[in-house]
């Protein structure tokens, strides 16, 4: 077996190690999008204190590749930041209360705390909550995503 030449190595382990190398599919392992199934489980993700960037999507070509940056920006931000993709012909309700006509979008939700007004008290067992939400209008990429949490001091890494 011959032995590789200099320019495979080196282009191997510029792959191994660049982080923005995009010529070959990365190894990501298993997905870390969440897909959306109830609001009850969004709570609960929201109630754990993280970021969760949430894509509304609809079956069409720009999904598809929002698909693939989700994938690998949720590889790239996890545990730090959640990713959940919401697909909109099946949980209507959910899409329609963001007020959004234009498919697919991108929005931020973080920091959730306990609303000040509780308001009128039908259920004592129901809490209710403040999120702060945030359109997301960066570049669509693991880029896009790391300059706008910078931008809105949202912490998506360790800190060294």
Not at 70 to 82: G, N, Q
């Amino acid at each position: 077996m011959e032995e590789p030449s200099f320019f495979d190595k080196m282009i191997s382990r510029i792959r191994e190690t660049s982080k923005y190398y995009t010529g070959y599919p990365k190894d990501l392992g298993p997905s870390r999008v969440i897909h959306f199934t109830s609001e009850r489980e969004f709570v609960q993700l929201l109630q754990e204190g993280h970021p969760i960037v949430v894509a509304f999507t609809i079956k069409c070509n720009y999904s598809q590749h929002l698909d693939k940056v989700l994938e690998e920006a949720a590889a790239e931000f996890y545990p730090h930041v959640k990713f959940m993709r919401v697909e909109c012909p099946k949980y209507p309700g959910f899409c329609i209360t963001r007020q959004r006509k234009d498919y697919p979008f991108v929005e931020i939700f973080h920091s959730p705390q306990q609303a000040a007004n509780q308001g009128r008290i039908v259920d004592p067992n129901i809490t209710k909550y403040s999120v702060k939400v945030l359109p997301f209008n960066f570049d669509t990429s693991v880029y896009g995503f790391r300059e706008y949490f910078k931008k809105h001091n949202i912490r998506a890494t360790d800190q060294n």
